[in-house]
């Protein structure tokens, strides 16, 4: 029988730590590719780093369903309901399939079309096309991913998640230097190499954690394959709890795409220096989504068990752990910003800005961590309507205010990032006003 987590910082820690790393791993694969590809061409470098935002905006609304799935794994652990994790199981996975094929055939044969009609630049859109369209066959790697995370990070078994991210991001970074370059006989193949290797790498990811869990106590204990179904009421319970994340999720990440749209109509160097920025800023979100993860898992799980009194000490406890990792994954981007940029992007003429803006965001990043405990509690509750409802008003909020300061205050590329600020406080006071005011404890799933 798998337990509740107990609330232990070294328990806390066990169940984040990986996630962390697995998110290091990521953010490091990020910056790989980048440094590859900037040293390649500055205009692929534009291209993958756009490119590279639409197909994660994409991703995220499997992720949205994949997090619906962990949620109410975790809920189900707590309420020692073992013979419902099978179905939901095989409801994630069908579910996750239907929505890769939506969104693969909406990338392969409308995406391209769109990017040329909106980018004022024609080059970057069509470099932008090759990219996403390659990148798009890894939707159906992510779909079966997502739906074997979903068990692994429910049950608090997050080691198995950081394994196969250093699987992935190993493949990766030996494709890049591979295939952008040309090395060890492969043609050289510029930004459709670095396009490859990330969706290869995916690939082998995927065989990780397939073979894993077949091979799992897990597989016994929650008994997946022995009340593995799809069913009606399953796919119910998961699209009410999964579909409000699936359109949080996509719209966070659009909302991001779009102001990246907008700075590449103002310009390429605001664009490109945006982009170095982008890249870096990733080290802020590996703390983050770490503890992001955790938050959910515990949240669900004591609910699930009616422990009540201890949720907020869950939130304390993992706000502390957050800020400290947060310094410790961060600090560069306010003590040596110069250095961190020329990883990323050695030219001469985007270091200055690149370094002045990710130390002026650094205090937002602080913001961040602190409030998305209070966010992801929402989540975990179940109430994922309402942390929609919130990504909605933060989003309209961001997007006005990005469109003013960038298309008609137009002023210099530093200031346009205070709708970091903007968006952070606008997460943290509706999450707080929420859980001040509302009785959201009892929500059953």
Same mark, same amino acid.
């Given at each position: 029988m798998t337990k509740t987590l107990d609330l232990k910082y070294k328990t806390i820690l066990s169940v984040a730590v990986p996630l962390m790393v697995s998110s290091f791993i990521q953010s490091i694969v990020l910056i790989t590719d980048s440094s590859f590809i900037s040293r390649y061409d500055t205009l692929a470098f534009d291209?993958?780093?756009?490119?590279?935002?639409l197909y994660v905006t994409m991703y995220m609304a499997l992720a949205g369903m994949g997090d619906g799935a962990q949620i109410l794994i975790a809920r189900r652990i707590g309420q020692n309901n073992t013979d419902a994790i099978g179905r939901i199981f095989g409801t994630s996975m069908l579910t996750h399939f @239907? /929505?890769? /094929?939506?969104?693969?055939?909406? /990338? *392969?044969?409308?995406?391209?079309?769109?990017?040329? @009609? +909106? @980018?004022?630049?024609?080059?970057? @859109? *069509?470099? *932008?096309? *090759? +990219?996403?369209? =390659?990148r798009s066959y890894a939707l159906f790697f992510a779909m079966i991913s997502l739906s074997v995370q979903a068990v692994f990070l429910a049950s608090g078994k997050t080691w198995v998640v950081l394994i196969a991210a250093l699987i992935t991001a190993l493949t990766n970074v030996l494709l890049d230097y591979l295939l952008i370059f040309? +090395?060890?006989?492969?043609?050289?193949m510029g930004l459709k190499g670095a396009a490859w290797a990330s969706t290869i790498a995916d690939m082998s990811g995927m065989i990780f954690l397939v073979l894993f869990l077949i091979f799992s106590k897990e597989r016994k204990q929650l008994e997946l394959f022995s009340h593995f179904s799809i069913n009606l009421p399953s796919m119910k319970e998961l699209f009410k709890v999964g579909s409000p994340l699936m359109f949080q999720g996509f719209l966070a990440l659009a909302t991001w795409t779009m102001f990246f749209t907008w700075l590449e109509q103002t310009g390429k160097f605001e664009l490109t220096v945006s982009q170095n920025v982008r890249s870096i800023y990733f080290l802020a979100f590996v703390p983050i989504w770490g503890f992001a993860g955790t938050t959910k898992t515990y949240i669900s799980q004591y609910i699930g068990k009616q422990d009540l009194d201890a949720l907020r000490r869950i939130q304390k406890r993992i706000q502390l752990l957050t800020i400290i990792f947060l310094f410790i994954f961060f600090h560069g981007a306010i003590f040596y910003p110069k250095h961190m940029i020329a990883m990323i992007?050695?030219?001469? $003429? +985007? /270091?200055?800005?690149? $370094?002045?803006i990710l130390r002026f965001i650094s205090i937002s990043i602080m913001m961040y961590g602190v409030f998305s405990v209070y966010f992801q509690t929402i989540n975990g509750s179940g109430n994922t309507v309402v942390s929609f409802t919130i990504e909605v008003i933060c989003a309209i909020v961001y997007l006005g205010f990005s469109y003013y300061? =960038?298309?008609?205050?137009?002023?210099?590329?530093?200031?346009?990032?205070?709708?970091?600020y903007v968006y952070f406080g606008c997460m943290g006071i509706f999450s707080l006003l929420y859980l001040n005011l509302f009785d959201w404890k009892k929500k059953e799933i």
């Open positions: 291209a993958v780093g756009n490119g590279g935002l @239907s /929505i890769a /094929i939506l969104l693969f055939l909406f /990338i *392969q044969f409308l995406m391209p079309d769109l990017l040329h @009609s +909106y @980018s004022k630049h024609k080059d970057l @859109s *069509q470099l *932008q096309a *090759q +990219y996403i369209g =390659i040309g +090395y060890g006989g492969f043609p050289e992007n050695p030219e001469e $003429a +985007y /270091i200055e800005k690149s $370094a002045e300061i =960038i298309k008609v205050a137009d002023v210099d590329i530093l200031w346009v990032w205070t709708n970091e």
